[in-house]
């Protein structure tokens, strides 16, 4: 069974950083895109950052220049480096993988809070 374990979420003050991680076992299929969509209160769930077992990047305009996606393969592992944070990026964030022959898996989801 497919377990998506995140951390590094918290409280942060305005133009603080926080690094996401989370970590992926349990699936004998390969990871295509891994990456973070976030959803803040009364919001949809939205993309953050997504990157491709190739390294391939994409980001939400709101996050560029401040958020980095990484991923080492490896350990199955994808990071979210977040820099500049600003109140606006109040949301839960989760971890995302799509897998080749399972689809999309989810993590139970991460709380970001930063305070202006």
């Known amino acids: 069974q497919v377990q998506l374990v995140e951390s590094g979420g918290g409280l942060v003050q305005a133009g603080g950083s926080l690094r996401l991680s989370c970590a992926a076992s349990?699936?004998?299929?390969?990871?295509?895109?891994m990456g973070w969509y976030r959803q803040a209160p009364g919001k949809q769930r939205e993309l953050v950052a997504t990157i491709a077992s190739i390294g391939s990047t994409k980001y939400a305009d709101s996050v560029k220049g401040r958020f980095t996606v990484s991923r080492d393969n490896a350990k199955n592992t994808v990071y979210l480096q977040m820099n500049s944070l600003k109140p606006e990026d109040t949301a839960v964030y989760y971890c995302y993988v799509f897998y080749d022959g399972l689809g999309p898996k989810w993590g139970q989801g991460t709380q970001v809070t930063v305070s202006s």
């Open positions: 349990g699936s004998m299929f390969s990871s295509t895109v």
